[in-house]
Every structure is written in structure tokens, then in C-alpha cells.
């Protein structure tokens, strides 16, 4: 391998490094305290969280589901092409639907934004545009500020994804801390894997 095809590479990997850890760095610069604490506020004290996304947003929304568990929240992911054929009968009046949208305007979450509506859940949104569809319609809205993704094409998830498991967990953190959660508490659920065996000595 020729030295320049080595240098482009390494020169192309570390500039995603610092992209992606300047957008995390920049969300302390924009992020709205108050929607934050509004949010740990609805998540901490609702009968249930689902939520919702497309694409590699699903995946990041999918993550927080889990992680919510983790903490013993009842929490699970619905995918928006099952909640369209039945899926959206586990939202009841007063859970919480947390949906991820860079843009805000997915259409396969648009017609799971009116049953949410009409089914008076609680909608929390992740997103970058303030002004959108599904923005307009949450009583919730944290807003993300991409610069540009990480990619030498500034086309994939990448700097987006980073960003919006990071403002997720912070969300986790703020809901651990308001919940009392403890190590013994974690312990019992988590038996398996080297945590697992770590905790439960």
C-alpha cells in the first residue's frame, strides 16, 4: 500500500474522530435544559415508554428502550411498520412515546403521531427541526444540531447517531438519579455476562 493511500486513510478515520466528538461536545452549547428536565419528569412518572423510529434512529431508539429497562422502567420499541398493522394498541392514555426524527417529518411516523393524538399518550421528540411535522405535535421537543456527519459524504448517520444516543443517555443518567437506582437493583435483573458475575459474587 502506497504511503499517500495510508495517510488518506488514517487522515480520513481521525477526522471522524473529531467531528464526532466536537457534535457531542456542542450539545452543551444548545441544548434546552428545561425540555430536558421536562422529559425526565414525563419519562420518570408514566404507566409506560414506547419508542419509535426509522432507520438507524430505530436502531439509537431501540438502544434507549433497552436501556430504560435496564433501569426498570417499563419501556420496549415498537417498529413503526408493526404499529401500523396493530402494534400502536399498547399505547394507552398517559404513556409516553419517545420518537427520534432527524428531520422530523418520517413518514412512516406520521400516522403513528395521530394515534398517539387521539389515544392522549404524552409525545416526547428528538430532532432538528424545530418547525416539523412531528415537532409541531409533541409536548415534548429536545432539539439536535448536526453540523455534518462524519462521513467523507456527510450522508450517513454518523455524527446525527452519536449525538442523539448521547443526549439519551444523559436523559438515562438524570432518570437513575431521580429514581434512587442502585447497584443491588441492577444486580437482580442482570445475572448474565461479566457484569453479571461481577454484581452477583
Given at each position: 500500500?502506497?504511503?499517500?493511500t495510508?495517510?488518506r486513510?488514517?487522515?480520513c478515520?481521525?477526522?471522524?474522530?473529531t467531528?464526532?466528538s466536537?457534535?457531542i461536545a456542542?450539545?452543551?452549547t444548545?441544548?434546552?435544559t428545561?425540555?430536558l428536565?421536562e422529559a425526565?419528569?414525563?419519562?420518570?412518572?408514566?404507566?409506560k415508554?414506547?419508542?419509535c423510529?426509522?432507520?438507524?434512529?430505530g436502531?439509537?431508539a431501540?438502544?434507549?428502550?433497552?436501556?430504560l429497562c435496564?433501569?426498570?422502567?417499563?419501556?420496549?420499541f415498537l417498529?413503526?411498520?408493526?404499529?401500523?398493522?396493530?402494534?400502536l394498541?399498547?399505547?394507552?392514555?398517559?404513556?409516553?412515546?419517545?420518537?427520534?426524527?432527524r428531520?422530523?417529518?418520517?413518514?412512516?411516523l406520521?400516522?403513528?403521531?395521530?394515534?398517539?393524538?387521539k389515544?392522549k399518550?404524552?409525545?416526547?421528540?428528538i430532532?432538528?427541526?424545530?418547525?416539523?411535522?412531528?415537532?409541531q405535535?409533541?409536548?415534548?421537543?429536545?432539539l439536535m444540531?448536526i453540523?455534518?456527519?462524519?462521513?467523507?459524504?456527510?450522508?450517513m448517520?454518523?455524527?446525527?447517531?452519536?449525538?442523539?444516543?448521547a443526549?439519551?443517555?444523559a436523559?438515562?443518567?438524570?432518570?437513575?438519579?431521580?429514581?434512587?437506582?442502585t447497584?443491588e437493583?441492577?444486580a437482580l435483573?442482570?445475572p448474565?455476562g461479566?457484569?453479571g458475575?461481577k454484581?452477583?459474587?
Amino acid at each position: 500500500m502506497e504511503n499517500s493511500t495510508k495517510e488518506r486513510i488514517i487522515q480520513c478515520a481521525m477526522d471522524s474522530l473529531t467531528i464526532e466528538s466536537n457534535a457531542i461536545a456542542d450539545i452543551k452549547t444548545y441544548i434546552e435544559t428545561e425540555k430536558l428536565e421536562e422529559a425526565v419528569n414525563l419519562l420518570s412518572s408514566c404507566p409506560k415508554i414506547i419508542t419509535c423510529a426509522s432507520g438507524t434512529s430505530g436502531i439509537a431508539a431501540k438502544k434507549f428502550a433497552h436501556s430504560l429497562c435496564c433501569i426498570e422502567l417499563n419501556a420496549w420499541f415498537l417498529s413503526p411498520s408493526e404499529a401500523v398493522h396493530g402494534g400502536l394498541g399498547c399505547i394507552k392514555e398517559g404513556d409516553a412515546v419517545v420518537m427520534i426524527s432527524r428531520g422530523g417529518k418520517t413518514v412512516e411516523l406520521l400516522p403513528i403521531l395521530d394515534v398517539c393524538i387521539k389515544k392522549k399518550a404524552k409525545l416526547i421528540v428528538i430532532t432538528e427541526n424545530r418547525n416539523s411535522p412531528l415537532a409541531q405535535k409533541a409536548q415534548i421537543v429536545i432539539l439536535m444540531k448536526i453540523n455534518r456527519e462524519s462521513d467523507p459524504l456527510n450522508i450517513m448517520a454518523t455524527s446525527s447517531f452519536i449525538v442523539t444516543i448521547a443526549i439519551m443517555d444523559a436523559i438515562l443518567a438524570a432518570l437513575m438519579d431521580v429514581s434512587k437506582y442502585t447497584l443491588e437493583q441492577f444486580a437482580l435483573i442482570h445475572p448474565g455476562g461479566a457484569v453479571g458475575s461481577k454484581l452477583n459474587k
